[in-house]
């Protein structure tokens, strides 16, 4: 087995993944598929595959295939838009901007102890997965739903628990392997930080601030991640 062919094929899987051509909670073409389109045998397939598990950017449920990051909550009604063009992305972050601002000024006034402790928690598990992008984005997610769940208003939280851990956007930089850490963990930490530091300091403009400014820079990467691709 060529290291080389294996490396080339996790790179056009991952290229895949930043680009939106697979979104999170897609399955991976199946091993057949991959194994016909890039000209490789099941071994590197089968390789290229378990390293990026290892890497975190897929999960693989046996008798089921293997799927990106993690899979969307389920919407019981029918009616979640996944987001998967970069334009859809956008739309997300502006409608994440209108709700999780007014939930992270409630929470600023509504909070409670443990709410507190769970946004802590949060966060810190978010700043110790700086190398496993999977993990990362389950742990962003979590930081984004305790705010919501922190602002007292059920249909807040309700939205957010809607929309899962895949409304969280991956740009370019979040998704690099073993250099996640150095390059994309480091802003989002500090932004999330200026979150609950507000937060915690029962400052709801400030709160609301801080969230927009979080944002703001979530789709500044987004944004700038699909530039490098052009």
């Known amino acids: 087995m060529s290291p080389h062919l294996t490396s080339d094929l996790v790179g056009a899987l991952r290229a895949d993944i930043v680009e939106g051509r ?4 897609d399955r991976l073409p199946s091993e057949s598929t991959l194994t016909a389109r890039h000209g490789v045998s099941r071994t590197v397939v089968r390789e ?8 975190g950017l897929i999960h693989t449920r046996r008798g089921s295939g293997s799927f990106v990051l993690v ?4 919407d019981p009604s029918g009616t979640h838009r996944p987001a998967r063009t970069l334009q859809e992305r956008v739309e997300l972050l502006e409608f994440r901007t209108a709700i999780e601002c007014e939930a992270a000024a409630l929470a600023a006034s509504r909070r409670t102890p443990a709410q507190l402790a769970a946004l802590e928690a949060a966060l810190d ?8 992008p999977g993990a990362a984005l389950g742990f962003d997610y979590a930081f984004h739903h305790a705010v919501a769940e922190a602002s007292g ?3 807040l939280a309700d939205a957010l628990q809607n929309l899962g851990p895949a409304m969280i956007s991956m740009p370019r930089e979040r998704l690099q392997a073993s250099t996640a ?3 994309g963990i480091g802003p989002v930490s500090a932004e999330h930080r200026a979150v609950l530091d507000a937060v915690t300091a029962g400052d ?3 709160a609301a601030a801080a969230m927009r400014i979080h944002l703001a820079g979530s789709r500044r990467r987004l944004e700038a991640g699909a530039g490098q691709k052009a």
Request: no cysteine; charged share 10%; hydrophobic share 40%.
């Open 71 to 74: 899979p969307p909550t389920p």
């Open 153 to 155: 208003n059920t249909y």
């Open 204 to 206: 709801a403009l400030a």
């Open 181 to 183: 850490s150095a390059t």
């Open 48 to 55: 290229a595959v378990a390293r990026l598990q290892a890497e």
């Open 125 to 132: 598990n978010f700043e110790a997965a700086g190398g496993n």
């Open 22 to 25: 697979i979104s999170p909670g």
